[in-house]
């Protein structure tokens, strides 16, 4: 059976993290919602994206005579693959007005008229909006681990490590030293040639993906997930960081979600909590205005190749779209325009081709290319979110 994921009406609810992939692509937990479903489906092709225009050359689609159609944006449980694998050729499974998967020849046009709608009874945890990744992450951390890692046995850390419970698992090449882990709280998984360096403290739940590093005296506690590729440092809480991008010093992350290629200057903060307590705000692309996220804790989204300053700080609920440059002293405002260039005193427009040549140098140290492909998204969303800068 040939899969493939669609991004529904909610993917502009989940900008700026949307703006360079489709809805699948996200990660929380320790897998992407992808990665997720393959492995409950048990597949190891690689799947295909009904998503944006502008990104279907990276993403592109391949349908057969027998497709099932997952939508990005739900997380799978054993029950809800197991009611998805049940359809037969022609069905919908939806839950209340919004289609979690149908099997078809090719994707319906009109759902009630070319395909018969079956109802999922149960709860399902689906991503309403960026804040969702941070907020889910501890159920779907949970989740991953049980499946990642049953039957397996953790490689062995170093003995000047302490490991305190036992939901704890290391992939082959993770190393440690002097590290504390707790896991009482929440699994902690280290990925594939992961590093923990000395003097690190961290309370469950934790993914540190492959190739990744938590730099001295790391403190990492509530939820968070990190890389691959990434280097993280300072204090983080119920975060999630995609890869490639860095926090390598000291400052406090958290109830936060950044992009792939970002950067986080050293002693840079942001807040979690408004001072007042009350619930944190959201830019809304859709809305084109802030609406309310019915989160009492909500920091920092990222999109992907944005960057700050050391020293910046950041308001509770601040949104950061793709490829901005942010520095200098006094609070941003709470909503950055992908292409900005600037901070608390004001905003240019940071200039397509001088974007690009940072990119370049940045993924080049990675030893991964800017190409064509990659540019062409990126001249595409310059394109579409000029309205906003």
């Known amino acids: ?79 809800l693959v197991e009611k998805v694998m049940s359809l037969d050729l022609g069905e919908a499974l939806l839950k209340d007005d919004l289609i979690i998967a149908c099997r078809a020849a090719s994707f319906p046009e009109d759902l009630e008229q070319d395909s018969q709608a079956l109802e999922y009874e149960d ?11 941070f907020s889910l992450n501890a159920s779907e951390l949970e989740l991953d681990f049980d499946l990642i890692t049953a039957g397996r046995e953790s490689a062995k850390l170093s003995a000047t490590n302490t490991i305190i419970g036992n939901r704890f698992f290391a992939e082959e090449g993770a190393k440690a030293e002097c590290a504390v882990f707790n896991t009482t709280s929440g699994a902690i998984y280290l990925g594939v040639d992961s590093e923990v360096m000395e003097g690190s403290v961290i309370r469950g739940a934790l993914a540190l993906g492959d190739h990744s590093t938590l730099k001295l005296a790391t403190k990492i506690y509530g939820a968070t997930t990190i890389g691959p590729h990434c280097k993280v440092g300072g204090e983080v809480n119920n975060s ?3 890869g490639y991008s860095n926090k390598g010093h000291d400052g406090f992350l958290g109830n936060s979600v950044l992009g792939e290629w970002c950067n986080i200057g050293a002693d840079s903060n942001n807040s979690n909590l408004k001072n007042n307590y009350e619930e ?11 609406r309310k996220t019915g989160l009492q804790f909500c920091g920092l989204i990222m999109g992907d190749h944005s960057k700050c300053g050391i020293n910046t700080m950041f308001n509770t609920g601040t949104v950061v ?18 292409y900005s260039w600037g901070g608390s005193g004001g905003f240019t427009e940071y200039k397509f081709d001088k974007a690009m040549k940072t990119a370049e140098l940045v993924m080049s140290r990675r030893n991964v290319t800017l190409d064509e492909v990659e540019r062409d998204i990126l001249q595409a969303i310059f394109d579409k979110t000029t309205q906003y800068r």
């Open 1 to 79: 059976m040939n899969i493939v994921f669609f991004d529904d009406a909610n993917r502009d609810d989940l900008l700026p993290l949307t703006y360079t992939r489709p809805s699948a692509k996200l990660r929380l937990g320790i897998l992407t919602i992808e990665e997720k479903w393959l492995k409950h489906l048990g597949v190891t092709e690689e799947a295909s994206y009904i998503t944006a225009d502008y990104l279907s050359t990276k993403f592109p689609l391949k349908e057969e005579g027998d497709n099932l159609y997952i939508n990005g944006s739900v997380c799978p449980s054993l029950d």
């Open 123 to 133: 709860n399902l945890t689906y991503l309403e909006g960026p804040h969702s990744v």
């Open 240 to 242: 999630v960081i995609f």
């Open 280 to 290: 944190v705000k959201l830019w809304s692309y859709p809305k084109n205005g802030f």
């Open 321 to 338: 779209g793709v490829s901005a440059n942010i520095y200098g002293g006094g609070f941003p405002r709470n909503f950055i325009p992908s």
